[in-house]
């Protein structure tokens, strides 16, 4: 028995480890484009920001010690067929240019997603980069001692990590969000919160502002928006990622969501003895009750994993997601769960939102600060339907708390009932889960 | 109609001022036979360790703000005698050495707990201290200059909180636990890891060792034990605390575990219009289903809190508790919640644990570092019954993620379905909460 995996990441490792674990006889071979595997790609702002000093801390696992587990790991070869039918692939070695065919019995497809590149005048000028892998992270480092102005394309997860990236390095940083905000997936009032402590520290936020064009002779020299025009040595593409389901698509194997390859809770495609896991592939969505991509390390580590548990003969179903999110960008912790107004909105929610100041920890306690906490309550059932969190260092993580609420379906009460540590270090005396539960329950009454 | 208060901290004042909100027209009377009113007692150690500039810092709120609002504080007035028949309470004025008498229709005991202090010889020597209040902590601020060398006695919360401080100011510190381990809560493993880490940072643990007499002229000079006998230029006795429930007793109300005042979760005493909450009464333990005498800054809000709300009209029931603790010594987070193996011995529960070395963020970002978490787990049904966690910075606050599951009655399965938030400042790319119910799923098979 032999199980192929295509990419050699977050989901596929994961699954060649899990699957190698349940079931030492298995074969297994992993094929991948790229030099680099086992890389944490979610590190790479912190290694542009020279938070990481080389690049091999990124890195957790090698070939040799993948190769010592009995898991063949293949780079620099580019998987561009599958053939159902046949139970093969067909692998381009691209040092020699070599084609040869593979076998399979199982097949997992763990190519996931690439930065979205829109056909844009002028979009293939230098120095115009995306933040994918380490040969990425690596051109930009170079250019960073060349740059003055840095125009950041997007106002998402990457976008700002990247703004964190810079701002270490004393850039001066443009970011153009199309969106009339930042942070797509929270609501607006939270994401003004980003944007003002951005401004404050001298980022040139422009949302609600849409580009047009990159202006240069070989690099890059401006960007222009249907606003104005910006000078760049360096613009980042961050607008989001798609799918890498092309291979897919081209055997035959059905797509999804936004073009991820559908699968089923168990990882398996439309193809029998086919899976597909990690950002190639959407997610199941607890509270959409419905797929939804959301392509995030920790979810492709676990689809990787359940895919590797199934093809060794396990049965286990993805345990879904709610779309629980965290980020940091300079001073400022973001944290997410459940749905938000728009979500709530599009599900059809009977729903109302409470929004309070929080503080982080004790107020005579050094580190003290205050953020922003909202809850989006069902009317009615009192039940927690989502939560977002924006702040100083030790506020987002308390979206954990919130999400294992909503994970057992709690109402306010429920909630506000919780025994949540307090030391001053930690927290207020009443921990701002707590803070929020309450204030829910009074507007609740009215 | 007239509420009377006795003390003025946690759950006193919170009684006070929800009654108040509840009720605009009730007339409230708070009496603290202490000078100062609505601090922070929690914080006493930082204030001594001067991560807090000033003890104003640790008032809440002052007498003229509770005025504002309505309420009337009257410090330093000692409360002699309850007289539940009459309805009035006997008080001394502490200044003049007058008596009055107060009647009131609800009245509220909040005397809160006093350190324990043993019938030892020496016990009254100079420079033997507690860390009940902000006169106490200015006691030992004053002494610190004078001191090189401070024995601990007791290695619970506070003994540890005081390591902290007392090594911030450099000081050649011991701390005597007649355990045979620190930290009772939590099981000796998991304690053994604070112990190593105190003795790393030069502070000199003697665990399972009785303190006998202190010696000295005037001042304590040297404390003997059972094993040996130790210089000592300033004493903390941190052996725990029993609560204030003498007055409570005079007055015929019924006393509960160790010797608090009885209540039923309405926070009711055994005589009618007679309420207490805080330290000087137990909390209604989930698990244990019984009372529990433990404590702590956060519950006493709390029980004060719903006393206020049913003094008011309200008819509302304590939550309970479940254990959840967190505290700092140094470099090290400790959290815990739900059972420890002691515990669940006691209840007689069917379990088994698991102790597995978790990181507290990304392997690769500033900052990480591995600790130790510990869960224990109900054989047969698999349920989550208790948790520790030992660490390095960001470890502990997870303990709130643990104990949302123990409330929801959750299985080492619901554990592991968690979507929790992943980022590299944050977490590694499994939560330490995520690996933990892995490793004890892993185990439960066998």
Known sequence: MKLVVIGAVAAGLSA????????????????????????????????????IGSSEKLIARTKEEFKKQGIKVVTKSLVEQINPEEKTILVKDLDNDENKTVNFDSLLIAT????????????????????????????????????????????GYIGLEMVEAFYAHGLDITVIEMAPQL??????????????????????????????SFQGEKAVESV???????????VIMAIGVSPNSQLAKNAGIKLGVKNSIKTNRKMETSVKDIYAAGDCTAAYHLLYEDDAYIPLGTTANKQGRLAGENIAGGNSHFQGIIGTGIMKVLDL????????????????????????????????????????????????????????????????????????????ENTIWDMAKLDLAYAPPFSPVWDPVLMAANVAINKFKK
Do not use: W
């Not at 006889?25 to 290694?47: D, K, M, N, Q, R």
């Not at 222009?224 to 360096?234: C, V």
């Open 16 to 51: 060649a480890s899990k699957a190698k674990r349940e079931k030492p006889e298995l074969e297994i071979e992993v094929y991948t484009s790229e030099e680099h595997i086992s890389y944490g790609a979610c590190g790479l702002p912190y290694y542009i920001e020279e938070k």
């Open 112 to 155: 996931g997603a690439s930065p979205i590149m829109p056909p844009l005048d002028g979009i293939n000028l230098d120095n115009i980069f995306t933040v994918k892998n380490i040969p990425d992270a690596d051109k930009i480092k170079k250019q960073i001692p060349n740059t003055k102005k840095v125009v950041i394309v997007g106002g």
């Open 183 to 212: 942070m797509g997936n929270i609501d607006s009032d939270m994401a003004g919160v980003i944007a003002e402590h951005l401004k404050e520290k001298g980022v040139n936020v422009c949302s609600g502002e849409k580009v047009e």
């Open 224 to 234: 222009k928006t249907d606003k104005g025009t910006y000078h760049a040595d360096m």
């Open 333 to 408: 912790e973001v944290g997410r769960t459940g749905l938000n107004t728009r979500e709530a909105k599009q599900l059809e929610k009977d729903f109302y939102e409470t929004v309070i100041t929080i503080p982080n920890i004790a107020g005579y306690y050094p580190g003290h600060g205050k953020g922003k906490m909202k809850l989006i309550v069902e009317k009615g059932s009192g039940k927690v339907l989502g939560c977002q969190l924006v702040g100083p260092k030790g506020i987002a993580k308390r979206i954990d708390t919130v999400a294992a609420c909503i994970h057992n």
